[in-house]
């Protein structure tokens, strides 16, 4: 899988003599680079869509393991339902800040284990390390998810299928860490199943060390899927199959590297859709020679993951045709494509094939163009918490505003209810 660690050269590369210091500092660096790009999470915290709806209000109602035991739209969210707690134990003006930051820090995290030497069997070069970590926090097209804790469960996926991909810890202490962290982010998205297998090739190539969090996954995996069905989703309207093949293309594979802003000024632009056809077959044919220079086995763990997240998204979203087709919109199924993407691209940059490390600096370009675009995602606007959300857990019922306003403001029933949360299950 990936370049053989064999020569000292590349050995040398692979690993530093301080680890600890390497992973505090990409975290760190993550950290300030995630808030430049959403400074009003921290400046003027308010919650966003399900954030407070479901997440913060649903804890005013039912014990903590009711809480965090209770489906949301026919599956478990373990992680957001933990924050959710956390947030009540605050005073509730500083709650979105609790939830805002709790999800900037994850991505943090999740980026200081992107750049560290437990990624060396799929980029044995630090360099590309370092370049994945750097884009996955300035990936393109992450305006719905970053800063928000109901979406931080597309990034959770990508730490599920990262550590499928990664070296075991050396020690059984962190070995029982990591099994914890894998079974946190499988109860909090159905997507657990899917990455499963990836896991157990794991077993087989690293042994009995990667066999907790194997089995954390699938278990956590069996638990969504057992949720899933007891919750008899609606049935839906597939989109049809053009749609279908246009969202494919444009989402998975354009959208990555030019980013939202740019996506949305073609399509406003009136591009002909064959056009769009032809950027991305040169997309992908470029991609196939970076993928190659990569190695076929991590390249295809990387795809397929993409793929099957995104398809299931697809089908199994109530949302209508149009949009799938807007890049502003629904890109949580498309996040994890996004991060195979920048891995392709890094790996293929320090290479030892020349033709893929030709093929991996133009996507890089590209990459560039489309993550400068779409650096400073656009601020949501201040609907004013701290003052309207007074009336959250007093004696009145009262309505409060959380973008977007029409779907996901909070309805404070007052203290005996009725709660309902609603979602599509109901």
């Not at 157990?200 to 699938?218: E, I, K, N, P, Q």
């Not at 590297?257 to 769009?276: E, K, M, S």
């Not at 996004?338 to 093929?359: D, E, K, Q, T």
Request: net charge positive.
């Amino acid at each position: 899988m990936g370049i053989p660690l064999a020569s000292g050269k590349l050995v040398a590369r692979a690993h530093t003599s301080r680890p600890e210091v390497l992973f505090a500092a990409t975290v760190a660096i993550s950290l300030v680079a995630l808030i430049a790009r959403r400074p009003e999470t921290v400046t003027r915290p308010e919650f966003y869509a399900e954030d407070g709806r479901v997440f913060f209000l649903g804890t005013w109602f039912g014990s903590p393991l009711d809480v965090l035991v209770r489906p949301y739209n026919g599956y478990l969210h373990l992680v957001p339902r933990a924050v959710g707690l956390l947030e009540r134990a605050v005073p509730i003006q500083w709650a979105p800040a609790i939830g805002n930051v709790v999800a900037l820090m994850v991505v943090a995290l999740i980026a200081g284990f992107l750049a560290s030497d437990r990624m060396a069997p799929l980029l044995p070069d630090r360099r590309a390390r370092l370049a994945v970590a750097a884009g996955f926090v300035l990936l393109p097209a992450s305006q719905e998810t970053l800063g928000s804790i109901t979406f931080i469960q597309a990034y959770l996926v990508v730490f599920l299928v990262a550590v499928g991909l990664a070296a075991t810890p050396r020690t059984r202490g962190w070995q029982a860490v990591e099994a914890i962290a894998v079974a946190a982010a499988a109860l909090s998205s159905p997507i657990a199943i899917l990455v499963a297998p990836i896991h157990w090739v794991r077993v087989r190539r690293f042994g009995r060390g990667a066999l907790g969090s194997a089995v954390m996954v699938t278990a956590g995996g069996a638990v969504q899927l057992a949720v899933l069905v007891a919750s008899r989703p609606p049935a839906v309207a597939p989109a049809d199959l053009l749609s279908f093949a246009q969202a494919s293309i444009l989402r998975l594979v354009v959208e990555p590297f030019a980013g939202a802003t740019w996506t949305r000024l073609a399509i406003d632009a009136a591009i002909p859709v064959w056009a769009g056809f032809a950027a991305g077959v040169l997309l992908v044919g470029l991609l196939t020679v970076t993928a190659v220079a990569l190695g076929w086995r991590p390249a295809l763990a990387l795809i397929g993951s993409a793929w099957a997240v995104a398809i299931l998204g697809m089908v199994r979203s109530s949302d209508v045709s149009p949009w799938l087709l807007d890049p502003f919109l629904l890109q949580r199924y498309f996040l994890l494509g996004g991060w195979a993407v920048v891995v392709i691209v890094a790996g293929g940059l320090f290479a030892r094939s020349a033709v893929g490390r030709r093929a991996a600096v133009v996507l890089a370009a590209i990459f560039i163009f489309g993550a400068t675009a779409d650096f400073r995602l656009p601020a949501r606007p201040d609907l004013d918490w701290p003052d309207a959300s007074r009336c959250i857990g007093g004696p009145t019922p009262c309505r409060v505003a959380v973008f977007p306003p029409d779907s996901f403001s909070i309805v404070w029933p007052g203290p005996g209810g009725p709660y309902v949360q609603g979602d599509w299950t109901q």
